[in-house]
């Protein structure tokens, strides 16, 4: 033997000395809910590419949300499916649109739990952008700062009905100082603002669009959200997002994006981050498990401790419930 062998081993010899080394833990309060809610009542309905995630109506979503709630689950994030919907978005920031009404009956029946309304149009618009067209001939433009105010009423709109946290979806430059500036004058100064910082134009959301019936009717949301190939680039939107007033940033999808996660804690080691687990990630555990390919389970728990090994505080995850359910063991 020329050279001493640097026994690595010796410390993952034994479960008390791999607890003890252990980098990185994974917990309920790490994980944030998204649901969907719908009008209608005692409604249930399955979203087919996301098995176990529903549609649900408020009486519905009440009950689901106490079920989490029950597990560990202390924070869910709403997404709306309205009745109507039209070329401004309107009912995204009506006092008695489907999303106002879910926060006010989930904030009634569960003080304790932290409701995050999603900010966007998307949802909400005809045409299935996240911010206002306007269209000439075969060309249209998302115009920017006409959306700003549109989403500072809808950022108000949720405030006023009682949710906890404000988090701007759309990628519109500048809406997160418009909207902290919104909120403030209307003395929301102590709501937090989770912003989608770094969100790419990413083909993982294609199960969420069926989920929230928001896909666009045409075109593609490649004119605001980031390129797929871009990681300077994110580097520049936290930071344009913090200096805005984000309390927390997000980096969307999580899974393909974990090296956007790691760059965003390097360069900003006090920001908390979050990071979207989305639903095309969900989807391909859930085919897999499905086929007897994975171990839903520990497959699952690995990919969420590695999003959070990568440096995210907090992960928006459909897995939640049954995460939190397996690591109470
Ligand atoms: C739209 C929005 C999207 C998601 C959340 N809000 C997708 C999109 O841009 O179409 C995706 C979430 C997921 O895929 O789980 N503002
Ligand atoms: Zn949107």
Redesign the pocket.
Known sequence: MTFPITRMRRMRSNPVLRSMVRETHLAPEHMIY?MFVRYGEGERRPISSMPGQFQLSIDELVKEARVAYDVGIRSLIL?GIPNEKDEMGSEAYADDGIICRAIRALKEATPDLLVIA?V?L?EYTSHGH?GVVHKAGEEFQVVNDLTLDLLAKTALASAKAGADVIAP??MMDGRIGHIRIALDQDGYQDIPIFSYAAKFSSS??G???DAAE?APQFGD?STY?MDICNGREAIREVALDIEEGADLVIVKPALPYLDIISQVRQNFPSIPIGA?N???EFAMIKAAAANGWLNEEKVVLETLKSIRRAGSDVILTYHAVDAARWLQG
Do not use: E, I, L
Request: charged share 20%; hydrophobic share 15%.
């Open positions: 998204p997404f999603d966007c998307c996240c979806s759309d993982y959301y199960p969420f669009r928001g949301r959200q979207y989305v639903s095309g």
